[in-house]
């Protein structure tokens, strides 16, 4: 069985038996709460009712309320959610209360986007270099950052359990890749190449494939539209 098909927790979830227990389902939606909540915060909004916070979501009330009862909130009948407090609670859920850096392998033009992108910092983590091995890529900056040769790698993963490995390389190199990371204690991998990897059980894996996306989406795109009120499961 490879990691990616025994995979399905974040590094996070292993920590205690509470965060093992939320279903991934739930997980995945986690963020996108956290995002709505950062925005009123900034906004200067300290309350939202629960059925504002669903919408504003993207999911129905009931599956708002099940999935922020995972993390022992309930909110309160007549006012809602407290923003900062619940921002604080995902926050240590989805552990971002520890500093995180990023390595990208891989500097070809998804991995210079990657690195140029701007939600790493402003989501919480910190970009700690980018790697290839094209000597004309090699020395260049890009996302504030020099590129360095893979054999660097160790050094710019100083601290494994907080360091995420972003693999941007052909398909035929991205094993190799992987290899490497883990092999440097790197625990947490975000893959764009279109190959599944083989992974010890320990190491997880979330892939990104913009193919797969697409054809997921061309099939509810055919689909009759579905019940406007349908809870999000």
């Not at 764009?192 to 054809?215: C, G, H, I, K």
Request: net charge negative; charged share 20%.
């Amino acid at each position: 069985m490879t990691g990616i098909e025994s995979s399905g927790r974040l590094p996070w979830r292993k920590a205690t038996l509470a965060r093992r227990d939320i279903p991934d389902a739930v997980v995945s939606r986690l963020p996108g709460y956290l995002q709505v909540l950062t925005d009123l915060a900034a906004a200067g909004e300290r309350t939202i009712p629960s059925a504002e916070l669903a919408v504003r979501s993207g999911v129905g009330p009931a599956t708002l309320r099940k999935d922020l009862a995972h993390l022992g909130s309930t909110g309160t009948r007549g006012v809602g959610y407290q923003v900062d407090p619940l921002i604080a609670t995902l926050r240590d859920c989805l552990g971002l209360n520890r500093p995180w850096r990023v390595v990208i392998i891989g500097a070809g033009h998804l991995g210079r986007a990657l690195a140029a992108y701007p939600g790493f910092t402003e989501r919480g983590f910190s970009l700690a270099g980018i790697v290839d091995v094209d000597a004309a890529a090699i020395g260049t900056r890009v996302g504030g950052v020099t590129i360095r040769h893979t054999d660097d790698l160790a050094e710019l993963i100083a601290d494994p359990p907080s360091t995420m490995a972003v693999i941007a390389v052909p398909a035929l190199a991205a094993q190799r890749a992987a290899d490497q990371a883990i092999a440097l204690g790197v625990t947490g991998i975000l893959n764009f190449a279109p190959v599944v990897l083989n992974v010890p059980a320990s190491v997880e894996v979330r892939n990104v494939d913009l193919s797969t996306e697409l054809q997921i989406l061309a099939f509810h795109a055919g689909q009759p539209p579905a019940d406007e009120h349908q809870e999000v499961s």
